[in-house]
């Protein structure tokens, strides 16, 4: 069955660096897009960052471009989400998800989610 674990979250303060990734399982990984959601309290989801199947595409929310890299490793079937120049207000539960085909995002699959706080 389809998995999808998310790790590399935790508390960072301003300005600073997280990895976030995403280890996948039970699907042939690069022929599904794959994408970062974010959700904050009292917010409702939405994307941080989608790369196609094979990572000719990507896509940034306007909120997060030029500050976070999405990058996607076949080999390895992992998806991960580099955060530069962290803002209080990227605080947020983070969650991996996978596409609905090579393109294209959100699809029925999510992780677990991981809890990313930036504060001094």
């Known amino acids: 069955q389809v998995q999808l674990v998310e790790s590399g979250g935790g508390l960072v303060h301003p300005g600073g660096s997280l990895r976030l990734s995403c280890a996948a399982s039970?699907?042939?990984?690069?022929?599904?897009?794959m994408s970062w959601y974010r959700q904050a309290p009292g917010k409702e989801r939405e994307l941080a960052a989608g790369i196609t199947g094979f990572g000719s595409i990507t896509r940034y929310a306007d909120s997060v471009k030029g500050r976070f890299i999405i990058s996607r490793d076949n080999a390895k079937n992992t998806v991960y989400l580099e955060m530069n120049s962290l803002k209080p207000e990227d605080t947020a539960v983070y969650y991996c998800?996978?596409?609905?085909?090579?393109?294209?995002?959100?699809?029925?699959?999510w992780g677990q989610g991981t809890q990313v706080t930036v504060s001094s």
């Open positions: 998800n996978k596409g609905p085909g090579p393109v294209g995002w959100p699809g029925d699959y």
């Open positions: 039970g699907f042939t990984f690069r022929n599904y897009a």
